[in-house]
């Protein structure tokens, strides 16, 4: 294949392993699938080597390093699946927003939005192909060098959460800022969520078009909502994004691709995501795998959820915690995966103990049937 062509969304590679996507449709498997969000990080000697000598938008805008970065952690690990490096906030970027990633700090909006007035800075329609090309080409690159190993998942932040950014300028524990456009600014808050949603229908369906075999949408942070809160500004955005995915890739025929919706900290609002058009609800640590089966009354598959910090414990008890969580989930329509990303300070053997601790004790528990 011409060094040019893998750029270009065709002739990609047969994939030899989908036991991930079998997963997230609920069909049987052999083990029960693993991966990890942030699996593409600073806890990875390999991953701060690359990163060291650029600027982190600027690597999210570099097909060949954003592809170099997803397929590191598949060399050490048997991963069931890769998720493309990128960030969320390449969408408030595309949408005209300046964004700077501050050593020490995060991500930081040096002008964020303060009124309702302040919408009028936001471009009224965006180009995405334009944009976030650089996140298509990227998705193309790692599925034709990814030779098939795994799939791999394209992502998005979900509108409620990219607003509390684009509001609070960066990370915030109460997103109070945000909060108060809900209660004084109603009508603006659905005017910005309604803009962001178009955005990330088109961002979603590119990359599935770019070669996504499945995607994930990060309300990261719904845990700072209420349920009545979450019901009115988060949910009908959740819902409104998987319905137009997924009428439109039907209409591509890619109908074949799993969706995911991870609500951090949406505990109260189970039942709801379980009847929101996802394939997949992730969840975090704080519910418990079997009264996550009840209430999700086996409709959909589920994700997660074990406490990264879990990570920190001596291999053996490491074992242990996977074993429990299995016993709890089951090995059907089930995707292992932490409650939330790695953290930098992770010992990448850890990480590689809880991967094989999956298999192995799926394995086992499958062939108790």
Known sequence: MDKDDLILPKDFPELKNDTFLRAAWGEETQHVPVWCMRQAGRYLPEFRETRAATDFFRTCRSPELCCELTLQPL????????????????????????????????????????DPDDLQRLRSKVDVAAELGYVFKAITLTRHKIEGKVPLIGFSGAPWTLMTYMIEGGGSTTQSKAKRWLYCHPEASHRLLKQLTDVIVEYLLAQVAAGAQALQVFESHAGCLGPREFREFALPYLRDI?????????????????????AKDGHYALEDLAESHYEVVGLDWTIDPRSARERTGGKISLQGNM????????????????????????TRGYIANLGHGLYPDMDPEHVGAFVD????HSRRLLRTK
Do not use: W
Request: charged share 25%.
């Open 75 to 114: 060399r050490r690990f048997p991963f069931d699946a890769a998720i493309i490096f990128s960030d969320i906030l390449v969408v408030p970027q595309a949408m005209g927003m300046e964004v700077q990633m501050v050593p020490g700090k995060g991500p930081t909006f040096p002008e964020p939005l303060k």
């Open 357 to 360: 601790a999956v298999h192995s």
């Open 307 to 330: 406490d990264p910090c879990a990570l920190y414990a001596p291999k053996e008890q490491l074992d242990s915690i996977v074993g429990q969580m299995l016993d709890g989930f089951g």
């Open 242 to 262: 998987a319905r137009r995915v997924k009428d439109k890739t039907k209409d591509l025929g890619l109908d074949n691709v799993p969706m995911i919706v991870f």
